[in-house]
């Protein structure tokens, strides 16, 4: 809650000290060894910090603090860098989010893209997936009401505090995410203003949630091609773009990112399904240790605290695919009445959640 203290700065400080008791204990002179600078402005900047306050506030508005180590901290977030040094929340995570996809795009963006948006995040959030994304106009805000409107889950990352919404207008959709059971969440106090300088901040956090970034409508050095980097450059996720028009400035950071190679080009939801599979990275980032099982099912790992939740299209792909000497997709489908893409969700949600099944 310090201005002028940073998740990097902050974690100096703790690991310095020892603790947080004795940071705040800490004086100018002690503080002065681990800043370097600007120590007696941190010192008259915590003596101002207003704690009870806080706690009033966040009672006010439903919201509870976590920190790293709390046995509900998200574990992908582990991976951000740097990683928060605490969230405020409203709602509550569960394990279900560990299979997370990032859909992030242009606060001004065409008619294609809202169509793109809310195509991608309905079958994602059909298929069990949390779609995570900043809140903010356009493909961010299309995107968390497609997965509402799909009855699945959705995490708003949000760039100030969760009491005050950003945009303004999006109260009403932030509320509707808590009231479906979805997660509102910040590393910034309850009604801490959304300064230009926290976007970035707020990205990685996006990112780092997520197993994979899809991009509809980036633009050219925009915030959301900013997370598709952290995403592929930071935290060695998959990263996927939509395609618009050559001539459309909206897309110009999606084509960008395809052309150098570090997005894969999507055109349906069975690409998203594609990609997500083939990072190695996604299963070791969300899993456990596995054992083996026999046939050509290889590797599954024994639910822990419920992490693995078997719908009934995995249940039903599971089955097939364990009664087959190899796998073919056409056989499953006759066999489960299941479309190719939703076989390739329940083929991705079972090896992201530890059982490998071979092709």
Sequence with gaps: MTRGIGPIEGRNLLEAFGGPSQVLAASVADLSQVLRRRADEVRRNMDAVNVHREFEE???????????????????????????????????????????VAV???????????????????????????IVSGGARGIDAAAHRSALRHHGRTVVVLAGGVGRAYPPEHAPLFKSVVAAGGVLCSEFPTYHPS????????????????????????????????????????????????????????????????????????????????????????????????????????????????????TPAMQQVLAAAQSMRSMDYDQISQKTNLGIAEIMAAVTRLELSGIRIRN
């Excluded at 966040?58 to 920190?67: A, D, I, T």
């Excluded at 901290?73 to 991976?79: F, G």
């Design 104 to 130: 992030v795009g242009s606060r001004i963006c065409t008619a294609y893209g809202m169509e793109q948006a809310d195509r991608f995040a309905g079958w994602l959030a059909e298929q069990g997936f949390t």
């Design 195 to 310: 300064e230009g300088g926290l976007f970035p901040r707020r990205n990685r956090i996006i990112s780092a949630l997520s197993l994979g970034t899809l991009l509809i409508e980036a633009r050219l050095n925009s915030g959301a091609l900013i997370t598709g980097r952290l995403a592929a450059e930071s935290h060695g996720r998959e990263v996927m773009a939509v395609p618009g028009r050559i001539d459309s400035p909206s897309s110009e950071g999606c084509h960008r990112a395809i052309r150098e190679g570090w997005a894969a080009l999507v055109t349906n939801v069975a690409d998203v399904s594609q990609q997500l599979r083939s990072s190695s990275m996604l299963v070791a980032g969300a899993m456990a240790a596995r054992t083996h099982i026999g046939a050509e099912v290889l590797h599954e790992v024994k639910p822990v605290a419920g992490v693995l939740q078997m």
């Design 58 to 100: 966040m009672e006010r508005e439903s919201v509870c603090g976590m920190l790293p180590g709390d046995a509900d901290w998200p574990e992908l977030l582990k991976t951000a860098t740097p990683e928060p040094l605490a969230l405020w929340v409203r709602g509550a995570f569960q394990e279900a989010d560990r299979f997370s």
